[in-house]
């Protein structure tokens, strides 16, 4: 029973965004954002987690992807947004983290931000490791608060690669570090043709998608992504493989 209901959801919540895309000729979400090249240096927590992703000690390269959710105008806080992508035993692997809170009962709930950094970013929903259920955050390093505007965050980078410490936890379980992505310049923005990203065709080796919203948001991502960025533009499957990441 629980399987017809989690489609029966996804496929709902799939037409709104798929509406809401149409309304907006265009994405329903993370209309717009900051592509850089990005460096994954990896090296563990000391335990064991099943994840050579989590475990083993690597340096991949990359691209990361800041974005704002609801693509509202700062200074109005909104839902932020950084989405990995990497090359690792010959695949790519994503990973999408929103701003959450960093407690037990915050880590699961979305959470609007008005900066970059300082913040927390979250998984949201668990992934499975060797039978655990394990979450994903993610912490920028910044010397100085960093408004939440594209502009603010180019020029950061320019002057000097920001440092994101990349961590795990089980759902009830203190934050980890087991490794820190750094995001290098140019910054390229992809308002025109934004870059798309569906961890759940993509997943980290090691790491399953866990749990009943995690099949809900996998039909969500499949109904908003077969619509169009704008109008006459091709379809996303059309134009696959068309980015270099």
Known sequence: MARPLTTAAGAALGAVFNLVAHLRRGRPLHPAG??????????????????????????????????????????????????????????????LLATTGHTVLGRRLLRPATRWAPGMYGSLFPYEAAGRRVLIGALPQADRPLPARFDALAREVERAPVPIDLLVATPAGPWRLFGQVRLLPPARPDAAAPTRFNPLRHPVPGLRPAGWLQRVRGSVYDAAQRVPDHAGEVSPRDRAGSHPW
């Open 34 to 95: 900051l592509l850089f090249d990005a460096e994954l240096r990896l090296h563990g927590t000391g335990r064991t987690w099943g994840s050579p992703f989590l475990d083993e000690r690597m340096t991949l390269r990359g691209a990361a992807r800041l974005s704002r959710s609801a693509g509202l105008p700062p200074p109005l806080p909104d839902i932020l947004g950084i989405a990995l992508r990497w090359e690792q035993d010959g695949l790519r692997p994503e990973l």
